[in-house]
C-alpha cells in the first residue's frame, strides 16, 4: 500500500556500527561514551582506547586519557607528586605505555619514573 516501510527500526548496535565502519567489537562501550559526550555537549570524553580515541575525533568529541587526566589534575593542584600517580597507575595493572608516561613527564620537565 505504501511502497516503501512506514518506519524503520534499527537496533543501536546498528548504529553504532555504522559510526565504527562495522569494526565496534569489543568497542561498543567507548562508542556509547562518545555519543552520550556528543549528546551531552561534554567538554571531553574519558578514554584510553587508541583506536576509540581517533574514532572521538572523528565524530567531534575531545578524548582525554587517563595520562592526560592525571597531567590536568597536577596542572590544577589537585595531585602533589604526578610521578608517584603514575607509579600507582602502573601498579594498578591497568595497560599504559610507560613511553606515554615518560615522554609527559619530560613534557613537564620532571624526572622519569625509575622503576
Not at 13 to 28: E, N, Q, S
Not at 54 to 67: E, H, I, R, Y
Not at 93 to 109: H, S
Amino acid at each position: 500500500m505504501f511502497g516503501r516501510p512506514f518506519v524503520a527500526v534499527r537496533s543501536g548496535a546498528d548504529y553504532i556500527g555504522g559510526l565504527c565502519g562495522g569494526d565496534c567489537i569489543g568497542r561498543v562501550g567507548e562508542v556509547s561514551s562518545i555519543l552520550l559526550a556528543s549528546q551531552l555537549r561534554a567538554d571531553l570524553v574519558l578514554m584510553d582506547d587508541r583506536r576509540a580515541r581517533a574514532l572521538a575525533l572523528k565524530l567531534g568529541a575531545t578524548p582525554m586519557g587517563c595520562v592526560g587526566l592525571l597531567q590536568a589534575a597536577f596542572q590544577a593542584g589537585f595531585v602533589t607528586d604526578l610521578r608517584h600517580a603514575y607509579r600507582l597507575l602502573l601498579a594498578s595493572g591497568a595497560y599504559v605505555d610507560r613511553r606515554i608516561i615518560e615522554a609527559n613527564l619530560e613534557l613537564l620537565r620532571l624526572p622519569g619514573l625509575d622503576l
